[in-house]
């Protein structure tokens, strides 16, 4: 798998991060902006990671949770919030590993 999907959400008023974190990828993020049934205003994008960018993904949400900014990471139907550095580093390596991972196909080939 050469990049993955990730929905990242983050408080509307604080769209300027995704601004950053696109000219840090080097790609253009589309956002939309919804009202969950909570009522606040959240902003969300969503971000294809590939390995180069795993650093540049790390380091933002690391930011992020030094700020205590909310974000919300979503992948394979899983929401994440409200984590720790430690978790952040979790979340690198499970998009990590997905990315290294050989498909099913290539290991069932003979040789």
Do not use: C, H
Not at 5 to 14: D, H, K, L, M, T
Not at 81 to 104: H, M
């Amino acid at each position: 798998m050469d990049r993955l999907e990730v929905v990242i959400q983050i408080p509307a008023a604080e769209r300027p991060d995704f601004e950053r974190l696109s000219r840090e990828l080097g790609q253009e993020l589309p956002t939309i902006e919804s009202k969950p049934l909570d009522g606040a205003l959240v902003a969300q994008a969503i971000v294809l990671i590939g390995i180069p960018a795993l650093a540049t993904l790390r380091a933002w949400l690391l930011a992020r949770t030094a700020a205590r900014q909310a974000t919300m990471v979503s992948w394979k139907g899983v929401k994440l919030r409200g984590y720790t550095a430690e978790e952040v580093d979790q979340i690198v390596s499970a998009f990590n590993a997905a990315l290294t991972k050989e498909p099913s196909a290539a290991r069932d080939e003979p040789e």
